[in-house]
Structures are given as C-alpha cells and as structure tokens.
C-alpha cells in the first residue's frame, strides 16, 4: 500500500513542540566539529566529570564494592578496598533486597530514603518522613512524574521563571500543559519580585489558564542566584495565597561561592513560617547526585520530598513511579552516600575532604574568573555567579550584528554562539534556549571547565568577542555619541 | 433502552465520558478500556451537551447542543464497568451534584474549587491529571501491598501467620529471589565504577584477566573514561557499535549502531514510542490480550485508546492474524487511527514463543496495515523448549527482504531479564528502524530531556549483547553460569506447570520462554459469589485467599486481561529451585482446601 507508517507529518504534535536547547542545534554542531578533528571546550551541560572533574573517591570504592560483592569474602580485598568502605559497602547492601541487580521498592529503597530523610532534619531543623521521599533517576525523572501528575492539559499553567533550566519548559510541552513565565530582574541581580509573579498569574487567568504550580530553581539555573530567606517567605506566602503547589529545584544547593546567602531550603522557611502556611503550602523539592561536589551525571540518581500532599495523592504518584519498576539501584547508593557522608575518625574522612573542599574551592575561584572575564569584555555584562555551576552574561549586539543574523536565518544569539564556536571551540547555549526578555541577549557557559585552563578559554572567547564587536559595531557606536 | 444495549458495545453514535465527577466510585481506574470511553472532558466540550432525559443504570445520558458534535453523549458515574460480574456495584448512583456541575459550571470556573475541604490544594485527587488516575498497574498493585503488609508483620512477629516468609512470585525480579549475577559482568561494573584501581598489581589478584581488558576497553570508548559525566543521550557511542555487532551476530543482518537508543531499562523505551505516537484518544494501539499492564498504563498515561487482540488459550496462546484484522476493522470503524502494534516475545505473561511462520504473518499484517511493530523482545534469551528457537522481528523481517523502506521496527531489549536478570541496574535499549531521519531526530530530542541513562546500565547492556567468547579466560564460568540459571529456569518452570495441571479446575499452557505461567482456573460458582460480597474480581480474591493462607504472592489475570468470564493468575518461575517443592505443596493444600470450600450448589 506504500503507506508510511509513522511520518513526521503524523507525530503527536506535543513531541514536535519540544524545545530542549542544551543538546540542540550548537551541540550538535560542535559534536561535528569534534569529529573533524577540532578542539572543542563543552560548556553547555553541567557535567562536571566529563570537563576532568574526578569522582570522590570513597564513593567510588563502595559503589564498586556493590557491584562485585564476591570480593567482600576475598581476603585480599583489603589490599585495594579501605575497611570504612568495605563497612558501608555491606551495610547498603543489607538494605537492598537481592544486591544491585533486583529493582527495588519503585519510591527507592527504604533504608536510603531513611537516611536522605534523616540528612534533611540535620539540615532544616525539622523532621522529614521517609515515606514522602521518592527516590529517582535524577532530578528531571522525579520532575516530570511530579509535572505529570499535575497538568490535566492546556488549561492548566505552570509559573516558570525566565531564563529557566529548558527541563521545564520542553516537560510542561511533552504534557500538553501551558507555561506561565515570570521574568527575573537582571538587573536586581535576577532577583525575582513578587509583583511581576502577580503580574504573569493575573494575565494567565485572564486566558482562561488554571496556574496550578510555581517552579523556583535555587541557586538558580542558568542566573546562579542565590534566593534570600526574605524571598523565599514572599514566594512561599504567595503561594498559599494563590494556592499553587511550589516546585523547589534545589539540585544545586551545595554549590554556593558566596558568604552572604548561603542556602536555604524553601522546606525549613516553609516550617519556620509555622502554622496555617506550614500546613498548607504543598511543596516538592528536588536534589540529585548530579551536582555539588559529586556531579555524579552519568549515575542518574536523584529525589524529591513532598510536604503536605495528601495519601491518596502520593499513591498516585507511587503508581505512576510504579510503573516504571524502580530507580536504579546503584544511583540510590550514590544517594545514600552523599546525604550520608562520612565523619570525622572515619579512615576515608579526610581524603574525603580533601576531595571535596578542593573541588568546592577551585569551582568558587573559577567563578569569580568567568565573571570578571565577562565583564571585561566589550558589550558583556554579567552578575557575579552566587551559586550552580553557570554564567549568564549579557551579550549586547550591534545592529549590525542583528541584521547579518536574520540574513543568516538564525536568531541573533545563536549566531553570536555559532561563531562564538566556530572561531574558539567554545560550546555554550544560547540564551534564547531558555528564555530571556525581547530583544536582549545571552549566553550560557558552565563554570566547570579545569581552572588552569579557565584563563586561556577566558582571553580566547575576549579575543572572539571584542572582535566580532569592533567588525560589527562601527556605526553603531558613534550613531550613539 | 436496555442498558446493555447501550453500553456494551456501544454503538458509533455514543462515547462516554466522565465529567468533573466526585464521591464514591468516581474514581476511574476500574473502568473498561473501551476505546471510545473517555476520563475526562475539557469544560469547553461539555459545554455543548445538555440533559434530556434519566439517568440509564448510573450514566447520565446528554444531548449536543444545537451546532455542536452530533455524536451523543453520556456522562458517567460510579460504575465498575471492568467487572461485569459485580452486579451490585451497577446501579450505585452518582452524586447528582457532581453531575449537575455540567450545566452550571461557567467557563472561568476552577476546577479545583469541586474539592468539599475548606480550601482546595492545588495538588489533590480530585484534580490531579486524571490521565494518571486511570492507569492501572497491577504488577505492584493491591495484593503486592498487602504481601509487604505481611511481611512487615511476620518481621514484627513471627508467629502472626501460618507462614515464614513472602514468596514473593508476582514479578520478574531474579536477583530478589536469590539469583546471581554473572560474575563477568559485575566485575566489569566494578571496575568501570572505580577505574583508579585498573592499574594496580593487586587488582589483577581480585579480578579475572580478560574482566580487566574488557573495563579498559569500555572506558576508552567513554569519552575522558568519564562514567560520570552524561553521555550522548542515545547512550555511549562505542557501547552502541557492541550492541549493533550483538544483534548482527544474533541475527546475521546488520545493525547500525544509530538506530540504537540506550534507556533505564526497556519501560522507558516503551513510553517514549508511545509519547511519539499517541496523539490523542482517537489514536490506537493493538495489545495483546492477555498482556503485560506497562502497555495499557502507558497507553492511558500519552491519553491513547488500546485496542485488543486476544491471545488463543486453546492453541497455546496463539496469536492469530485473522483476529488481528479483526480487531483493526473494528477499531477503525469506531474512528479509530490504529498506529502500531505490540507483539511480546516471548510472551509476558503467557510464555509463549512465536513460531517463525507466524511471525512473518505479522510482519507482512503491519507493512500491509502501515502499522509500526513494537516488538517487545525482553525475554529472547529466556528460551526452555529444545524444539523452538527465538527469532527476533528484525531478523524475519530482513530475511522476508523486508528493510527500511518497508516497515517500521521496533525491538525492546533489556538487562533485567534473560539469565542475567539485571533488574536494578536499569539498563535496556530500542532498536529503532523503518522511519525517517525526522523522526529520529524527535526521538533524539525527547531522549536529551532526561540527559541520557544510566551509564552503569549501559554498560552492561553492552555486556549482555557481547558476552566472553570461546576462548576467553571467563568463558567457561560465564557460561557455566549461563547454563545453570537458564537450565534450572526450565526445571521449574517444568515442575509449576506440572503442578497446576494437576490442580483441580487448573489448567495451564507451556511455558516455552520468559519468566511465567498463566493457568487458567474456573471458579466454583459460590467462591464468585464471596467475590462479588468482598467486592473483589474473582481472580483477585483467589489470589488474596491464597497470599494470606501461604504467603504465596501471584498476580490475578484481571491485572493483565482476559477474555471475560474465565480468570487466570500470573506466577513466576524465579523461587529459587529448592524453594519450588514448598511453593508446590503450600499451593496444593490451599488449592484444596479452598474448592472444598467453595464447591456445591450455591
């Protein structure tokens, strides 16, 4: 019959509206590049490992002990093995039915989800239950089940700050559902202010869109920010106002290179704001071992908590975690051992420190340099990085520029990023992939690529771009005089 | 009108619907999957509709408003439709507040404002997606709740029950049972997790020489040796060229290593297929009848239609194209686009291997139709029959001179079955051929949304599909090993079968592949009866009668369908081989005990 059984023509059209810029048209052309031969510098994922960052070792070593429990009976195995990490190694392994190779319980294993919940109590003051933390596999895994539970169809909205990680966007797209943006001040140091969050809902109602939930990523991705305690009240009042579940991605929680704001759960604000709000705001937060010190990416291991979601609706959304059997086991080891790491006496304590302190350190040094690299070029600007693992800096283009990418046919900060490439081997995201006001112009670039190589890749991408401004600006710049 | 009439079938002129529904029963996940039933209805639709008449035995019929679809109309309540044999539950009636929603509901109204408690959550059962509420997945369903309630007790007191321990036979999870894992593999794993200790002289006292080669062989195909960092989010490139060479070898046809998409195991696959492929509910998708529920609940969860075929008990489960075409012509008179087509082999949960005739019958069905093969090749190494041989779809497509152009393919594999029974590694890939590089490309796309899977999975789902070969220094363990998982598999599964048979009102097919039997059981007419009163399927109540007498755990045949009016329960073959005569003899004396009970006039 010459029918075609699945064309593009007839895909769900949910699928085709998907945007996900972090592994778009740039990483795909400097994935070419790379096999041509060329010298390519990935800043466009957080992915920590992949730019040389080493694993923790004694994670490592109790991971690898899972896996190959024959060698916990070998008397030689302490020869490669240190005895703490043979001890935690049998213990995650009690708490598993049947090793790394049975699926677990499908919300993770229960003597894990103890200790993530016991890991949050040291941090928030305030007790945590076990049965309302989901273990998944990473972050984005636990947000679309939450986000699938959620959106009923276009009808419903989701606030979503902008810029924002694309995760949510390209989700709430898969779903069907609608995304309500509110912008974050760049210039309050993308500050998010409760009058424009009234603003956006308002204007979604007015379309006739249910908001039903409010995304925050905090420290923020791509902006870095990190959200102050004062906010987080205001969001959290705001929410119980306007009776929105409140997202809190929170994956980046210890990656903060500042003093001043050090991070803060919305879960412990929430608790401290006591009574009616602490009983009614519902709030799910997310963590992963992805980030932090461990960016553990290639494990995909992650959970979410919730607060004050009935039974009836956690059930539903264990049947939705149901069916894809469980996490993966290895990753909820992972989790165990990063909310329960070791302690002082420990063998492993302080190459443990020594490991992390060194990784936390030179991420905090490496994003004063990006900062202060941006800034010192022609036509950047950008706020310092509070927390994460990326820069956003602003990127004011020429009109010259702006007209020679519409004749190019690509959105003018994708060509500054494609040239950006092409001339560096710099691969970072433009910033249109997560949204961004009209009219200006952005970039995202990880902080993570090895310090010692951070100040060449800083003064190519300042040659780059002080010279695609001078080739561009000329008129410009006088017309303004 | 007779109820019957109107509902079942229901005829082209009638879809039901629910709308905004609350109170007891309102619930939907016991509803029949008709294709032309619907959960639920945007407000703007059931605005076109208005009441004329009664209530027909606890549906609400309406009318379209003038202009409006001139299809009628029923608005639903809280029936269980899946279970015909609960006559009592029929005719509960609806909340007739619930229903007169409908005519008074504004379009600015929020639904989540239906809730009674003073302030309505954002996040409640009543307005949660209802696409969610209505999957069902019965593998982990209610009797599996109870079995961890029992085992908790037994933990807390041992004496509690007449039983020591949970056999838990309800899903395919080996390594919880007490199987090993192939020591290759995980000694790969191993090393691959902490390559710091690849070049030390002590490693080689711990691990075999060749686990060793291979380790170095798969971190140099991981770029920076980085298991770590994210990989290409169709998986690791060189992990794809081994499974490529794997599925050449297997099928003496070459694979190209980019039609390969490594996920967390093979439910995920499934979902992203029918994310792709389901666009709304007038979108089908044929099932097998029995089948295994990640179908209908992934299908329920994309918003589609399932559109049965029934598996033929009497031939060994067999599946016959005449009712393929029958269940197609039906489904498209109804107005539905069926769009593929899932065929698992062998068969979950009914074990069966499809003959290669048969499966070249399918193939030429789905180029003829235009529909996409899903073929859910999980258990392809799970093999206990001499006389049969597994034949993967690709392999008789090719060989029919069938390629790309011709059909659409797609193969599920994963770690968590055959002897290696890898289960929480999450670990699986599809094999996607037949389409156009567009398609790929939004394949691609919705598999870089969740970054890419596990590396440790794809690591061993690179193992599985390229296994030590003669020659090297694991070979004989591997295969050892190999041998006695699947030889044992067999044993068992030989042993159950037998058993059943030998039950009264039993009786059970083959198990030729997989992990499971299927026996059908006819039920005395008064244990139907004490169903009914505990408000339960028949099956499920066999079932739930068995777990609290023996601690036995199967799951009913309602959880993966059936032709109705006959019951069936899914056991698995995976207690460990000396746990097997005590599962027989527990399962005999209830069995007995149970008939004697129920057995006689009502």
């Known amino acids: 019959m010459g029918l075609k059984a699945l064309d593009y023509e007839t895909l769900n059209e949910n699928v085709k509206k998907v945007q996900y810029a972090v592994r778009g048209e740039l990483y795909l052309r400097a994935s070419e590049l790379q096999k041509e031969g060329k010298k390519i510098i990935f800043t466009n994922v957080g992915n920590p490992h992949a730019l040389g960052q080493k694993p923790l070792t004694f994670p490592r070593q109790v991971v690898a002990l899972c896996q190959a429990p024959f060698l916990l009976d070998d008397p030689n195995v302490g020869l490669l093995f240190p005895a703490d990490a043979i001890a935690r190694a049998k213990h995650y392994l009690s708490l598993t039915s049947g090793g790394l190779g049975a699926y677990s319980d499908s919300r993770g294993i229960p003597g894990v989800r103890k200790e993530v919940a016991e890991f949050i109590e040291r941090r928030d003051g305030y007790p945590s239950d076990p049965e309302l933390i989901f273990l998944t596999d990473g972050a984005s895994k636990g947000v679309m089940q939450i986000l699938n539970c959620i959106l009923r169809g276009q009808g419903d909205g989701i606030l979503v700050p902008v810029p924002q990680y694309p995760l949510y966007s390209a989700t709430i797209s898969l779903l069907g559902g609608s995304l309500v943006p509110y912008y974050l001040e760049e210039s309050a140091n993308w500050g998010l202010d409760i009058d424009n969050l009234r603003e956006s809902v308002a204007q979604a109602r007015f379309k006739g869109i249910t908001v039903r939930a409010m995304v925050i990523i905090n420290p923020g991705n791509p902006t870095g920010q990190c959200l102050s305690e004062a906010n987080l009240r205001e969001i959290l009042n705001f929410c119980y106002q306007e009776n929105l579940v409140l997202l809190g991605d929170e994956v980046y929680q210890q990656n903060i290179y500042q003093d001043e704001r050090p991070f803060i759960s919305a879960r412990k604000v929430l608790m401290d704001m006591g009574a009616p709000i602490s009983k009614e705001v519902q709030l799910v937060s997310f963590h992963t071992v992805s980030k932090g010190y461990w960016g553990e990416c290639g494990q995909r291991g992650g959970y979410f908590e919730m607060t004050n979601l009935s039974p009836q609706t956690v059930d539903e959304i264990y049947k939705i975690a149901s069916i894809a059997l469980s996490p993966n086991v290895p990753a909820q080891i992972f989790m165990g051992l990063m909310v329960n790491p070791l302690k002082p006496g420990d063998i492993s304590y302080e190459q443990f420190v020594r490991e992390s302190q060194g990784i936390l350190e030179s991420l905090r040094r490496r994003a004063r340099l990006m900062t202060d690299g941006f800034n010192s070029c022609k036509n950047v600007v950008c706020n310092f990085t509070e927390g994460a693992m990326y820069s956003f800096p602003q990127i004011r283009l020429p009109p010259k520029a702006m007209e020679a990418a519409k004749k190019a046919g690509k959105v003018p900060d994708v060509f500054y990023c494609l040239k950006l490439l092409e001339a560096t081997g710099i691969s970072t995201v433009p910033g249109s992939g997560f949204g961004q006001k009209e009219g200006v112009f952005h970039l995202r670039t990880t902080i993570l690529p090895a310090e010692e190589d951070m100040p060449a890749i800083m003064s190519s991408f300042k040659k780059f771009n002080d010279e695609f401004m001078d080739q561009y600006e000329d008129n410009w710049n006088h017309s303004r005089m | ?602």
Request: glycine share 8%; aromatic share 8%.
């Open chain 2, 1 to 602: 009108m007779e109820w019957v009439t109107i509902v079942d079938p229901p005829p082209s002129t009638t879809f039901y619907a629910e709308y905004q529904n609350t109170g007891p029963g309102s619930t939907v996940d016991q509803r029949i999957k008709w294709a032309d039933y619907r959960s639920s209805i945007p407000e703007a639709d059931a605005g076109k509709f208005t009441v004329k008449d009664e209530q027909q035995g606890g549906w609400i019929r309406m009318y379209p408003l003038p202009g409006a679809d001139m299809r009628r109309f029923v608005i639903g309540s809280a029936r269980n439709l899946l279970h015909r044999s609960h006559q009592n539950s029929l005719f509960q009636r609806p909340l007739l507040s619930s229903s007169y929603r409908l005519l008074s509901s504004s379009p600015s109204a929020d639904p989540s404002s239906s809730s009674s408690s003073t302030m309505a959550h954002p996040v409640a059962l009543n307005n949660i997606n209802p696409k969610v509420l209505e999957c069902e997945y019965a593998v982990r369903g209610e009797i599996v709740t109870l079995a961890q309630k029992l085992q908790e007790e037994i933990k807390a007191k041992p004496e509690s029950h007449p039983f020591e321990e949970i056999l838990y036979c309800n899903i395919g999870n080996p390594q919880s049972l007490g199987q090993q894992p192939i020591t290759f593999f995980r000694e790969v794993l191993a090393l691959c997790d902490h390559p710091a200790i690849l070049d030390k002289s002590e490693t080689q006292g711990l691990f075999s020489a060749d686990s060793i080669e291979r380790a170095w062989q798969i971190l140099d195909q991981i770029p920076g040796r980085a298991t770590g960092a994210y990989s290409h989010s169709q998986g690791v490139k060189g992990l794809r060229d081994a499974i490529a060479a794997g599925i050449e070898a297997r099928d003496g046809f070459p694979a190209d290593p980019n039609d390969i998409f490594l996920t967390d195991g093979a439910s995920p696959a499934v979902h992203m297929m029918m994310q792709l492929l389901i666009r709304s509910e007038k979108d089908g998708i044929l099932c097998p009848i029995p089948q295994y529920p990640l179908y209908s609940a992934s299908i329920a969860l994309h918003g589609g239609s399932l559109v049965p075929y029934y598996l033929d008990e009497a031939t060994g489960w067999g599946l016959e194209v005449s009712e393929l075409k029958k269940q197609l012509e039906t489904a498209r008179s109804k107005g539905i686009t069926v769009r593929a087509l899932v065929v698992i082999n062998p068969g979950n949960p009914t074990g069966q291997l499809l003959a290669e005739e048969n499966q070249k019958a399918i193939v030429e069905f789905c180029k003829q139709e235009g529909l996409v093969l899903l073929a859910d090749e999980v258990y392809q190494e799970n093999v206990y029959v001499p006389e049969k041989k597994f034949h993967s779809f690709k392999k008789v497509s090719r060989s029919m001179g069938y390629g790309e152009k011709d059909i659409s393919l797609v193969s599920f594999q994963s770690v968590s079955k055959g002897y290696y029974g890898e289960c929480g590694k999450r670990g699986g890939y599809m094999e996607v051929t037949g389409f156009g590089a567009d398609v790929r490309e939004q394949i691609y796309k919705v598999a870089s949304v969740n970054l890419c899977s596990n590396i440790s999975g794809q690591i061993l789902a690179s193992l599985v599909m390229s296994p030590p070969k003669v020659g090297d220094e694991s070979y004989e363990s591997y295969s050892a090993e190999r041998d006695g998982i699947l030889s044992s598999l067999a044993r068992r599964a030989k042993t159950l079968e037998d058993a059943f048979n030998k039950l009264e009102g039993v009786k059970c097919n083959k198990a030729e592949g997989a992990m499971y039997l299927f026996p059908r059981i006819e039920l005395p007419e008064k244990a139907i009866k004490a169903a009914e009163a505990a408000k339960k399927a028949p099956d499920a109540y066999y079932c739930q009668r068995l777990l609290t007498a023996t601690g036995i755990v199967f799951v009913p045949g309602s959880g993966f369908g059936q032709v109705p009016g006959t019951w069936h329960f899914r056991c698995t073959i995976l207690p460990q081989e000396e746990k097997i005569p005590s599962v027989v003899s527990r399962l005999t004396d209830f069995h007995k005990s149970f008939m004697d009970e129920f057995r006689g006039l009502v």
